[in-house]
């Protein structure tokens, strides 16, 4: 059996302007990264013509470790609208290092439905992840040296609220001392570092609908408080201007194709479970603007990812999906019914009946929006007859929209009926209905999406939290919508508690203002803005072959 970098070894891609052509995307405002990727100028939003694709988002039920598959149905979907002859872009999240070469592998798809060239895009790619490292870290070092040489603006050192990044899951590096070695190194305080895909700066790339937005946004950020309380924004160290230079090419979204050709934007990678887990607006609405079909994906399951991309960049950018696509798995289903994580292959149909308790939570989170979901049965080889009809049958009990689908071994044809599906839910579409309105208290917000998200009972609050909400209050951030971080695996916060949890409570420890970003974000339980390796990195596969490839990525 032919692993992903063979099959998508034995493509010929088209040359990167063949497909910029097939989207109709002017050839000025095509800036290549050799044959096969290009970034797109945002110009090209500004191009006479008013086609406003329908847009389809993938979600899915609460995943395993493994994940079950939304990339790879995002890109099988894709191919399986083309092969019916429709025009369709796909809009996609950048690949972050850190979990490429921690316990994840590649985030390209997989099988015969890929984007490529996978290698390429899930290593440093056209440099974006890059440029928001340098660009948030330019702001630390400026905050660092403006206290050092003088401090004008009286920041009180144990009050900086702006960390350091990198694209890597390095757990040493969450919690450090900065400013040691004597006074010519500076003044020492705590500090830590977080991952890209975490940061603020990430999330404002990915929400900002053009350069001047992104510039607003970066100059509005909270990064410290003084000594006498007053919040210090970044415009006020005089350094906006050069972080946006760092961003000037991150700005313009990546354009790539599938195995089969369908253009692809890549562009923006912010986590789900701490961020909002979703691609670039800019890319979104690009697709949107050059496809009639445009099929984007948020991450984790429905509860983290989909949940902001309705009640953030829907609000944001004015976007209303017009069908919602719920991956699961037999092994995902089978996992929440209590089989245990190393045998999710055998066949278990107890374990699987209760199991179906976490799809049709998800269903009814879906249903909350005022959508209709599709829910998308991704195949695995050796998944048993039985199973497979029991959740069909669940499915059609519970009038909801079902398909199977093959398309990590047979590529778009393995996502016809899937497509089939969609087309039929998005005719019949109704505009999606936020979960909260914005003037609610935060507190109030919070309990809104543990309740009706999660199942949650109620939320308890820490002494932190709490000083945290009144300090939302005093500066007038009240209204921000919630971006709350929590545990993947799990609809809880505790991520042991699988399926479908009941009678719990989620436990907020801190809220944090991302004025720049335009969102609180809400730390629950033990989450953590800086993973670490497992045991057994998947980079001590990696292997640079002789021909330049890189072997061991999957």
Known sequence: MLNN???AGRIKPRPIGQIADQLGIDKSDLLPYGREMAKVHTHALQRPGCRKGRLVLISATTPTVAGEGKTTTTIGLGQAFAKLGESVCLALREPSLGPC??????????????????????LHFTGDFHAVTSAN???SAVI???????????IDPRRVLWRRVMDMNDRSLRHIVLGLGGKQQGIP????????????VMAMLCLASNLDDFRRRLEKTLVAFTYDGEPV??????????MLALLRDA???????????VPTFVHGGPFANIAHGCNSLIATRMAQKYADWAITEAGFGFDLGAEKFFDIKCRVGGLDPLAVVLVTTTRALKLHGGKSADNLGGKDLPALRKGLDNLDKHIENVRKFNKQPVVSLNLFSGDDSDELDLIKNHCLKLNTSFAFCDHYATGGEGAIELAKQVMQVARQSRPYAPLYPLDLPVEEKIRIVSREMYGADDVAFTKQAAKDLLRIRQLGFANLPVCIAKAPGSLADDPHLLGRPRHFDITVRGVQINSGAGFLVVFTGDILRMPGLPKRPAAERWQ???DGSIGGLE
Not at 144 to 154: E, F, K, Q, R, V
């Open 101 to 122: 070469l921690g316990m994840k592998g590649g985030a390209t798809g997989g099988g015969y439905s890929q984007i490529i060239p996978g290698d390429r895009i899930n």
């Open 137 to 139: 870290n330019l702001l």
């Open 5 to 7: 970098i063979e099959i």
């Open 544 to 546: 640079l072959q002789q």
């Open 144 to 154: 660092d040296n403006h206290i050092y040489h003088g401090n004008a603006l009286n």
């Open 233 to 242: 924004f970044a415009e006020q160290l005089q350094v906006t201007g050069a």
């Open 189 to 200: 305080r705590e500090g830590g570092f977080d991952i890209t895909a975490a940061s603020e």
């Open 251 to 261: 700005i313009h979204p990546n354009l790539v194709q599938s195995l089969e050709g």
